[in-house]
């Protein structure tokens, strides 16, 4: 009898421990993402922003991150690719996509509920307000050195608003062509522009409100675009030199390797401006820079990812553009975001 009190007293002493035992892990696995709502960044995988790395990018990470529950790519085209390779993989249900820009097919993609929402960059305003700045400076007016303009939310519910400004954009366009025929004024000058993929819908739109706005103050515009060459740039604007132009807009591929033509325009007293992206190279001057409030919008990705996850949280990953001054911006901001979200959890 004193042997069977002593088995049972051992056995149930094991139960015990096991049960205390249990509670830490359970612990564990609530903090670690499941049902705790934390967002972990696992992998950032470089896409250049261009459709068909995005879509490799979204394959290795599907590789690398089975169960991912979402993706942050920089700009519409990598977003699109994502969407294309969770399409093929069968898991666009189980992938929140969340992309930037706001282009025609990314927003087409969100009102079909592939990409989950993007920060919309205002590309019109940027080219307006680009040539705004050159008129100002050219008439000797003082410019602000840099001009923000702040990016918008854009989502499935704002879609329906955003067919009725499209239909008014329209109409707008009808009655400019109703009106007709092209100022009989003497140009005031030659505006050179210079962009890092005239193919992106993005500097399309930016080169149509240049245009415009150029126009309408009298001046003449060159828009070219490098499609991703440097070294094409540099010569773009060695021949907007030759032309006699009065100011030079450029959108740097490498902001930094750009510096050596910005110092052969400031050595012919020719005027610089930046747009989109920032000119980084010291001794280059540039009289102001128009583009996107950058970090901001990449907060507003952010916010949009924590409110898709919702209370179960998971693993994302970052398709990045690291030579891009704006897209290092993006991420910034959108990693912000998370991280004060898991902080909060965490207090």
Do not use: W
Request: net charge negative.
């Amino acid at each position: 009898m004193k042997r069977f009190i002593q088995q049972l007293f051992i056995f149930l002493f094991s139960i015990a421990l096991i049960g205390c035992g249990k509670q830490p892990n359970n612990g564990k696995e609530a903090q670690g993402g499941g049902e705790s709502g934390k967002i972990e960044i696992v992998a950032e995988i470089p896409g250049d922003g261009l459709r068909d790395k995005g879509f490799k990018a979204a394959e290795d990470a599907l590789q690398q991150v089975p169960d991912m529950r979402g993706i942050f790519a920089i700009n519409d085209p990598s977003g699109l690719g994502a969407v294309g390779a969770l399409e093929k993989a069968g898991k666009l249900e189980q992938v929140t996509v969340i992309a930037f820009d706001g282009m025609t097919e990314g927003k087409k993609a969100i009102k079909e509920g592939k990409i989950y929402a993007d920060p919309i960059q205002h590309p019109d305003q940027i080219g307006r307000e680009t040539i705004k700045a050159i008129v100002s400076y050219l008439s000797g007016e003082e410019v602000p050195a840099n001009f923000d303009i702040p990016a918008t939310l854009y989502t499935k519910e704002t879609a329906e608003a955003d067919n009725e400004s499209e239909k008014e954009a329209q109409d707008g366009e009808s009655e400019k062509e109703a009106q007709g025929g092209k100022s009989e004024k003497k140009s005031r000058g030659l505006i050179g522009a210079t962009c890092m993929n005239i193919a992106n819908p993005f500097f399309k739109v930016i080169e149509e409100s240049m245009r415009d706005e150029a126009t309408k103050h009298g001046y003449d515009l060159i828009y070219l675009g490098c499609e991703m060459d440097i070294s094409k740039q540099k010569k773009q604007i060695q021949d907007f030199l030759a032309r006699g132009v009065v100011a030079v807009a450029v959108n740097p591929k490498d902001s930094k390797a750009i510096g050596t033509s910005v110092k052969e325009c400031n050595d012919a007293n020719v005027p610089v401006f930046s747009f989109d992206v920032r000119v980084q190279a010291p001794d280059a001057q540039v009289v102001s820079h128009v583009g996107t409030d950058n970090f901001q919008g990449g907060e507003l990705a952010g916010q949009a990812m924590i409110e898709a996850l919702g209370e179960k949280g998971g693993k994302v990953v970052i398709i990045d553009f690291r030579a891009a001054e704006s897209c290092i911006e993006r991420v910034r901001g959108f990693k912000k975001v998370i991280d004060a979200h898991n902080a909060s959890l965490t207090n």
